[in-house]
């Protein structure tokens, strides 16, 4: 619904600015061109999706050029001497308007632009999730990422996973060659989350699709199968849940750890 939503808003505007009427010129009507670049791509893929989950914001980004196109021929209209005495026919307003109109704008897109560079406009956030694996982290912990693309987590804040071995990983990223390294066949995986103590599990958030390949299925398995969910810490994009035999009662979970992390780096 929230993609529904944001394409509706988005390809309203847009609708909203090709009925404002401005000469164009050229052999291709720049209003049809730049609402079919802004509505038709990702309108298709939401449709499609509906089927099966192809939509993804990032994929449809450069759509928002048609958006960029249709606000640049009305304002370049509207602050020339035709659209300015179009829409302002008596001389006092068209200088008030030239002064208070770039201030309204700024007014309304400066919150906008400050909350797409924010961590809560990304899918997750992967300093929340070292500052969390920070808190529960003991000496002796293992490390599982669940899905293993998670691991690109490492990438941001790669110090409070050296002191915790990664359990299901057979070679890192840098002697595979591959941005989320190699794990382990299924069947090792499965033995070595058997022979653990303590797993710290790095997870999608509730709601999230699983991933079925034979290696994300048997660590739901084993760790169900093997251990109790002790404790969960929630951030944005992650989930950081800690899995152990028994739980216990040790309130000073994750101060040997953090010193001995940062005594790594």
């Known amino acids: 619904m929230t993609e529904w939503a944001g394409f509706i808003a988005v390809a309203s505007a847009g609708m909203l600015l090709t009925a404002v009427k401005y000469p164009v010129r050229g052999p291709v009507g720049m209003r049809a061109l730049a609402f079919s670049l802004l509505a038709l791509p990702p309108g298709l893929l939401i449709l499609l999706s509906m089927v099966k989950p192809y939509y993804v914001d990032r994929y449809v980004v450069y759509c928002m050029c048609g958006l960029a196109l249709l606000v640049g021929a009305v304002a370049d209209w509207a602050v ?19 002064a208070v109109v770039p201030a309204v704008l700024a007014a309304v897109l400066a919150p906008w632009h ?34 293993s693309r998670r691991r690109d987590w490492l990438l ?16 890192t990223p840098e002697k595979s060659g591959t941005l989320h390294g190699i794990e382990y066949p299924a069947g090792d995986i499965r033995e070595r989350i058997a022979a653990a103590d303590r797993i ?13 390949t034979p290696q994300e299925t048997v660590k739901r398995d084993a760790l169900g199968k093997h251990f109790n969910d002790c404790r969960t810490i929630t951030v944005h ?3 950081v849940t800690v899995w152990a035999r028994s739980c216990g009662t040790d309130k000073g979970t994750g101060v040997m750890a953090e010193k001995l992390l940062f005594n790594r780096t």
């Open 80 to 98: 020339g001497p035709e659209g300015i005495r179009h829409i302002f026919p008596h001389p006092p307003y068209r200088w008030a308007a030239v």
């Open 114 to 147: 400050t909350a797409m560079r924010s961590p809560e406009a990304r899918k997750d956030n992967a300093f929340a999730v070292s500052t969390a694996v920070r808190e529960v982290a003991e000496p002796g912990d293992t490390v599982l990422f669940t899905p």
């Open 156 to 171: 941001h804040s790669p110090v409070p996973y050296r002191m915790l071995d990664d359990i299901a990983l057979k070679e």
């Open 200 to 212: 710290i599990a790095l997870a999608d958030p509730e709601g999230q699709p699983l991933d079925e």
């Open 237 to 239: 994009g992650a989930r």
